[in-house]
T-cell receptor, first 109, second 111 residues
Framework: GEDVEQSLFLSVREGDSSVINCTYT??????LYWYKQEPGAGLQLLTY?????DMKQDQRLTVLLNKKDKHLSLRIADTQTGDSAIYFC?????????FGQGTELSVKP | DAGITQSPRYKITETGRQVTLMCHQT?????MFWYRQDLGHGLRLIYY???????DKGEVPDGYVVSRSKTENFPLTLESATRSQTSVYFC??????????FGPGTRLTVL
């Protein structure tokens, strides 16, 4: 079945850019997602990209998709302390979402 | 209020007891999902439902039962709770399964 992998931790300084990476195995995945989870809360959909796109930008967020390498990334520009959270990559497969383990982003002032 | 809600938010129970977690959404979304979140595993799908009276197993369905008699409700029952079912449970809903919106979660502890 589909396997989605993320690195577990990322630490950045406030004001820097953050790049969170994700790899997946099923090349037929049609939608790919980024969710954010703050402590004690549910998952918030940040953005998603359709598989025929290479890039999607939404304010401080940029999603890049490399289908050849099955690699998805989320770039957060001008990272703020409020961006500290766990970020989940997910891929759509047959009506369901398959999630990565999540990357904990720590933003230091 | 509109949205997706879960109850209870916190639950402590004992091994062998039956527990039901509730999920309610006001968007009339067709799809509803139950996930569990455990450290090191991310989110894993337990059950999902494409419409009222239609349910299907996810990745980790053993020990759980679901029903969907009404579009807006999707209760999850642990028939005989075990310690391995200690977890945070999230419900989600979606119009066509593509964009899923999550509830705030239920933290369940089985002693």
């Amino acid at each position: 079945g589909e396997d989605v992998e993320q690195s577990l931790f990322l630490s950045v300084r406030e004001g820097d850019s953050s790049v969170i990476n994700c790899t997946y195995t099923d090349s037929s995945s049609t939608y790919l997602y980024w969710y954010k989870q703050e402590p004690g809360a549910g998952l918030q959909l940040l953005t998603y990209i359709f598989s025929n796109m290479d890039m999607k930008q939404d304010q401080r967020l940029t999603v890049l998709l490399n289908k050849k390498d099955k690699h998805l990334s989320l770039r957060i520009a001008d990272t703020q302390t409020g961006d500290s959270a766990i970020y989940f990559c997910a891929v759509y497969q047959g009506g369901k979402l398959i999630f990565g383990q999540g990357t904990e982003l720590s933003v230091k002032p | 209020d509109a949205g997706i809600t879960q109850s209870p938010r916190y639950k402590i129970t004992e091994t062998g007891r039956q527990v039901t977690l509730m999920c309610h959404q006001t968007w009339s979304h067709s799809y509803m999902f139950w996930y569990r979140q455990d450290l090191g595993h991310g989110l894993r799908l337990i059950y999902y439902s494409a419409a009222a009276d239609i349910t299907d197993k996810g990745e980790v369905p053993d020990g759980y039962v679901v029903s969907r008699s009404k579009t807006e409700n999707f209760p999850l029952t642990l028939e005989s709770a075990t310690r391995s079912q200690t977890s945070v449970y999230f419900c989600a809903s979606s119009t066509q399964g593509v964009e899923q919106f999550f509830g705030p979660g239920t933290r369940l502890t089985v002693l």
